[in-house]
């Protein structure tokens, strides 16, 4: 009998890699996966959401990827997608590059098929090298071989997501893995949370003294807000920071809101003014890349010096040259910049050039919304969409598009951080539902996206996971019958490459889901259809008709088109 006990187990229960990859994610605080399931993860799905957690069912990995990414940017945790093997993991490592462009916080999960018949190549059940087609595309990519190892395989896929630049994870999970079993206390005991994963990174002081003393010296200087300090959390940091120093600021898209819009330091109605006159730039979290020209060219005008707060160190002299690098991250840096530079003022020529540019722009543009046209256009519908949003601040906004993305960043106002989700980075199509699905799961408050017709098809389908789980969000799509525009000549015979079908009803589609659909046809029908859908809290989409000409081509970006110089007409 003693012997017996000697060679038991600590427990005789077992656990399986299953319930271990479960708890794990559970102890690290994930409640919600985004994901779509088949073999070999069917099981986990169903399991997860036994044990009272969340589950969003997608049509396509590649939108749970995109959910995923954006509920790690909006909760500063990294979200979690699940994918079955090869195609179903391609389509999520889609998002999952997506992610790691854009500095989320994400942790792409797949199951794979059995190694020794994959390493051989012998043609196993959804056959791919997964962890080696990933990294490219990934911060970084681990697979875990033994039930022992999943707490510190979960471990290590959670300090990679979060700690210094945050990024996609892939996290590969073989099916054997999962049907592995352990003593259930042996199993247990080796999970674990690991301590304080994206530290507070101070930066050094006599950084923090060259940038004062640059900033002190600007005669014009400017702040530029980018997705890294909304993504910080500390807002009220930043906001000090601005009122504090007098200094304006603009906002890239997603940092819109992180201050108000309507605030009188906000420079975003002068932004062609601000970045060519300024003559010190303070970066917070804003890449020097395609979205800024590379901080060099026309758009920046004559000499000019840069402090630039980022926490990845190799971020520095990406494209110019950097007078004043903060290497840590944005709370400490700016709470330090703010104890250097107490008392500081700015000149009221610049603030006041600054704001005369803006009102004479706010004018302008308001022209533009009044004015009534025989068919929708951009400026008169986004208008309305704009009037009936400022009574909801909280509302997440989410937006893609060419025309439909470039005018709504600059008609509608964000008064709140991390409430405008866009095309990010790469200006991917495609984001939105994924979008959508993550704010409403996020934050449990009305959403409301505002879509190209191109760029909503490309998730279309995703209404029925909107519907399905009842989530409070109107997609609002701008019908221009095509990408940029409706109207472009067909070639005989064909149908232009730019062109969609004039007779589609995105409304109809919306209904034949359980949702409600709305065709509108002018900005009052519109700003009524938006006001009554978000108060009922609906699955709603408004089929919004735009006349075909309103579009430019590339909407903003027309200087990034290459047109061939040889056979047009
Ligand atoms: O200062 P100036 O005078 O210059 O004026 C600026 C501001 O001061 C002023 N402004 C204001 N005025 C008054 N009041 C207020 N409040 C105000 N605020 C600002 O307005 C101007 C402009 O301001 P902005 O926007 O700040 O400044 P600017 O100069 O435009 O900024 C530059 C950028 C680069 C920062 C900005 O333009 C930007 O963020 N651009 C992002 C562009 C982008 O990402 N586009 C998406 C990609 S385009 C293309 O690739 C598309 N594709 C291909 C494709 C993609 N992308 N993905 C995949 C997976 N496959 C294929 C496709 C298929 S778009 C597309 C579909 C398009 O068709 P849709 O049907 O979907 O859409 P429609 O076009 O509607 O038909
Ligand atoms: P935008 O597109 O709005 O200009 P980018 O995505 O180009 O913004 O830049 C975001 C930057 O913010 C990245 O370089 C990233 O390293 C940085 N970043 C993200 N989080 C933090 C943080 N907590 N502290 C410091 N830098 C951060
Ligand atoms: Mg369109």
Redesign the pocket.
């Known amino acids: 009998m003693s012997n017996e006990t000697a060679i038991l187990p600590e427990s005789t229960e077992l656990t399986d890699g299953f319930h271990l990859i479960m708890e794990a994610l559970e102890m690290n605080g994930i409640d919600t996966i985004y994901g779509l399931l088949g073999i070999p993860v069917t099981e986990l799905g169903r399991l997860w959401q036994a044990r009272g957690n969340r589950f969003y069912s997608f049509r396509n990995e590649v939108n749970a990827g995109y959910a995923a990414s954006f509920a790690g940017y909006l909760t500063k945790k990294p979200g979690v997608c699940l994918t079955v093997s090869a195609p179903g993991f391609l389509n999520g490592l889609n998002a999952l590059a997506n992610a790691t462009t854009n500095c989320f916080p994400m942790i792409l999960i797949s199951g794979s098929s059995e190694r020794e018949i994959v390493d051989l190549q012998q043609g196993d059940y959804e056959e791919m090298d997964q962890l080696n087609m990933a990294r490219p595309y990934a911060k970084a990519s681990y697979r875990i071989n033994r039930v022992e190892d999943i707490g510190v395989g979960v471990a290590r896929a959670m300090r990679a997501a979060l700690s210094g630049r945050p990024g996609g994870v892939y996290l590969d999970i073989p099916a054997r893995l999962l049907g592995q079993t352990v003593d259930a206390v042996e199993g247990g005991n080796s999970l674990f949370a690991p301590v304080d994963m994206s530290p507070a990174q101070l930066p050094a002081p006599d950084a923090v003294a060259r940038a004062v003393e640059l900033i002190k010296g600007a005669k014009k200087p400017l702040i530029l807000l980018g997705k890294g300090a909304a993504y910080a959390q500390c807002d009220e940091q930043i906001k000090a920071l601005i009122e504090e120093t007098g200094i304006p600021f603009?906002p890239?898209?997603m940092a819109k809101g992180l201050v108000p819009?309507t605030h009188p330091q906000c420079a975003?109605?002068?932004?062609?003014?601000a970045l060519k006159e300024s003559d010190v730039v303070v970066l917070v979290g804003a890449r020097l890349n395609?979205?800024?020209s590379h901080g060099k060219g026309k758009t920046w005008g004559g000499a000019k010096k840069f402090v630039q707060i980022d926490i990845q160190a190799n971020e520095m002299d990406s494209n110019v040259k950097i007078d004043a690098p903060l290497v840590g991250d944005i709370e400490s840096c700016v709470s330090a910049l703010r104890a250097g530079l107490k008392g500081m003022a700015t000149s009221t020529d610049w603030t006041g050039a600054l704001a005369e540019k803006v009102a004479a722009?706010?004018s302008?543009?308001n022209a533009r919304i009044n004015t009534a046209t025989p068919a929708m256009n951009?400026a008169n519908s986004l208008g309305a969409i704009r009037d009936v949003l400022k009574n909801y601040p909280d509302i997440t906004l989410v937006n893609?598009?060419?025309?439909?993305?470039?005018n709504c960043?600059?008609?509608v106002?964000q008064y709140l951080p991390r409430r405008r989700l866009d095309?990010g980075t790469?200006?991917?199509?495609?984001m939105g539902m994924g979008a959508c699905v993550a704010a409403a799961s996020v934050t449990d408050k009305p959403v409301v996206a505002v879509?190209?017709?191109?760029?909503?098809g490309?998730a279309g389908m995703e209404l029925e996971t909107i519907t399905r789980y009842d989530l409070p969000v109107t997609v609002i799509i701008?019908n221009?019958g095509?990408?940029?525009?409706g109207d472009e000549n067909s070639p005989a015979h064909q149908v232009s490459c730019m062109l969609f079908n004039p007779a589609t009803r995105y409304d109809k589609m919306m209904e034949s889901f359980g949702g409600k659909g709305v065709r509108v046809t002018t900005p009052e029908e519109l700003a009524a259809a938006l006001e009554a859908s978000i108060k009922s809290g609906k699955p709603t989409l408004i089929d919004a008709v735009?006349d075909p000409a309103a579009?430019v081509e590339?909407?903003?970006?027309g200087n990034l088109n290459v047109v061939s110089q040889i056979g047009k007409k």
């Not at 893609?400 to 470039?406: R, S, V, Y």
């Not at 095509?482 to 525009?485: C, D, L, M, T």
């Not at 590339?554 to 970006?557: A, K």
């Open positions: 603009t890239m898209s819009d975003a109605a002068a932004r062609s003014l395609w979205l800024l722009s706010k302008k543009l951009y893609e598009g060419a025309n439909a993305l470039d960043r600059m008609i106002d095309s790469w200006g991917i199509m495609g879509e190209g017709d191109s760029a909503f490309f701008m221009n095509g990408i940029y525009r735009i579009g590339s909407g903003r970006i």
